[in-house]
């Protein structure tokens, strides 16, 4: 999956490399490993100065925090978000104008969360 971040380059996910990769209009690459061992993003969305994105094996979601440039929040983190149900396996997701994360679970629901 690929999405426009709030930083004006592209977000997408890596699945079989479990990393989330940012690539700018001007082709500079950059990857972001996930601190949870095998996460498998999926789904990536765009919040306010914010990547959400699922992590379909972890059963949770994972936020990267980013700059108007590109650089990721000061303490370099990748947050995750557990699930109530870590065996929901996580699609998709999405981030609707109030702010709330709508997220496809493989269990055929629809979860909406407040992504604070």
Do not use: C, K
Not at 74 to 79: D, F, L, R, V, Y
């Amino acid at each position: 999956m690929i999405v426009d971040g709030p930083d004006g380059a592209l977000w997408f996910t890596l699945n079989q490399a479990n990393a989330i990769g940012r690539i700018t209009t001007g082709g500079q690459i950059a990857t972001y490993p996930l601190p949870t061992r095998a996460a498998v993003p999926v789904g990536i969305a765009r919040g306010e100065n914010a990547l959400w994105f699922a992590e379909i094996l972890a059963g949770q979601l994972g936020r990267i925090t980013v700059d108007g440039v590109g650089r990721i929040d000061a303490s370099g983190a990748i947050e995750s978000f557990p699930l109530p149900d870590p065996a929901s396996e996580p699609h998709g997701i999405t981030v609707d104008d109030g702010g709330a994360g709508w997220v496809a679970l493989e269990t055929r629901a629809i979860a909406r969360l407040t992504l604070t």
